[in-house]
């Protein structure tokens, strides 16, 4: 089942669109030693205004250069191909907000919301990435909060980690993290960490992704672009506009990362959202979110770049009518675009918020969404006919070897968190719903849970956070 945005004429105009704005405007990039690399490579340069220009011809030599399939690992040994025709999820495990548990309201994360999510994302076995969000916890008050939350993380899961850098020292801490991960092994070209490169729209490359980007392309690993031009105010006040700059920045990325390091693993993502015009606020998972999320995919297919889409998110924080109707919808165009990677599992409250029930209900969707992908299968349609016209006019279908079969197959989607009895049951229904049946598939997940850390690793860790922040 394929979900389709733009057709082919489309593309190339996007395409086009896009070269034209490389070549002629290009980017403000804040790297002496890029704007030399570019400069020395064919690209135009303005050294005094930090501009890159770069010719459509070079522009495309060096797309070509882009793996359309890379390879990321784990700390057990774990490794999960991006772009090899599986999609994988990639996690999050905190925000600014969480959703309580008990009150449903929203407040800031502590420790436990930290760890228990982080459980959520290795033990589900779709999940190939994991991230976290540099954010201080209630629970630690200290100058280092956000960094004793980093370690409990790193301690709780062993897949593959995605670092979204917020200084020069968290950067440096990063680094010695991958160094750790690596276990004596060279963390060059291991796959173990990817680094995410934030662009400032309007095309805009700050000194902190600049040297961000360096030091990824430095040791050969994969670079995560960070794109969001937001409409109104960042980019154009219209849907295709914002598309179109959107693509620009993450296509520049691309070929700046290739020039820096050829055959530099990169994915195509970018996150796109819209101002509200009355208050100046964004808005993150509006319906635009469906078109974009597609088109981003049909874009980066015709580069031949493996491609990530957000997944689920909502506006709400409610996890009401609107916020499974906008988890529901996002996560079957993210699915159906047919992206490489599906980011973002569990996000509510317009980016900003997230819960352990939104993580596992989003799974559900997810599993839902699957289904509805897979399509119609016939294999069964003989036996049936056969069978219809075995039990003639005023039948039944309850003992056929079909019926019984197919219920030991589970041929009709089903998932513990949906609530099927309809009018066929009496008594309490609330502990039915969606949340309270969530609420108990999270005490199940983290249940006697083992972290998968191999021991030395875990020892390191530790002993590099107590040698940096004293603890």
């Not at 009150?103 to 994302?121: K, S």
């Not at 750790?180 to 796959?191: D, E, H, I, M």
């Not at 502990?431 to 998968?452: C, E, F, H, V």
Request: a neutral charge.
């Amino acid at each position: 089942m394929v979900v389709q945005v733009l057709h082919e004429t489309q593309i190339l105009s996007f395409r086009a669109m896009t070269e034209s704005l490389i070549e002629q405007t290009g980017f403000q990039v804040a790297s002496a030693k890029i704007l030399y690399r570019a400069e020395k490579a064919g690209a135009l340069v303005d050294r005094k205004a930090q501009v890159i220009r770069i010719p459509a011809r070079l522009l495309h030599r060096l797309l070509q250069k882009a793996p359309a399939r890379y390879t990321v690992r784990g700390c057990d040994g774990s490794a999960w191909q991006i772009g090899g025709g599986r999609p994988y999820v990639s996690a999050i495990v905190t925000d600014p907000w969480i959703i309580d548990s008990q009150t449903r309201q929203p407040r800031r994360p502590c420790l436990e919301d930290v760890r228990i999510n982080t459980i959520l994302a290795q033990r589900y076995d779709s999940v190939a990435c994991v991230s976290r969000m540099d954010y201080p916890v209630t629970d630690d008050d200290g100058p280092w909060s956000s960094q004793r939350a980093l370690l409990l993380h790193l301690l709780n899961h062993a897949r593959h980690n995605m670092a979204y850098v917020s200084s020069e020292e968290d950067l440096d801490l990063w680094l010695q993290i991958g160094s750790v991960l690596a276990q004596g092994n060279a963390l060059s070209g291991s796959g173990l960490l990817s680094f995410a490169v934030a662009v400032r729209s309007p095309l805009t490359l700050t000194d902190l992704n600049c040297r961000i980007l360096l030091e990824a392309t430095a040791r050969r690993l994969p670079v995560i672009p960070t794109i969001c031009p937001m409409a109104g105010t960042t980019a154009p006040y219209d849907v295709a506009s914002t598309l179109l700059l959107a693509n620009a920045e993450c296509v520049f990325l691309a070929a700046l990362t290739q020039l820096l390091q050829p055959g530099n693993p990169f994915i195509y993502l970018i996150g796109p959202s819209a101002c509200d015009m009355q208050t100046g606020g964004d808005q993150y998972y509006t319906m635009e979110k469906v078109v974009w999320k597609i088109a981003a995919v049909e874009l980066a297919r015709s580069y031949n770049l493996p491609a990530g889409a957000e997944c689920g998110g909502t506006m709400d924080w409610r996890i009401d009518l609107q916020g499974g109707a906008e988890s529901m919808l996002f996560m079957q165009a993210a699915l159906g675009s047919g992206a490489d990677l599906l980011t973002g599992i569990g996000s509510c409250y317009n980016a900003n918020g997230l819960s352990a029930e939104t993580i596992v209900i989003q799974h559900a969707f997810l599993e839902a969404a699957r289904y509805v992908q897979s399509g119609l299968s016939t294999r069964n349609l003989q036996e049936g006919l056969a069978d219809i016209m075995a039990a003639g006019h005023g039948g039944h279908f309850l003992t056929d070897d079909l019926t019984l079969r197919q219920l030991h197959e589970q041929a009709f989607f089903a998932n513990p968190l949906f609530d099927y009895s309809g009018a066929h049951t009496v008594g309490d229904r609330v502990s039915g719903s969606m949340w309270n049946r969530a609420g108990r598939q999270i005490k199940k997940l983290i249940q006697d849970y083992t972290s998968p850390v191999p021991g030395p690793t875990r020892d390191a860790l530790q002993a590099l956070f107590s040698s940096r922040f004293g603890f």
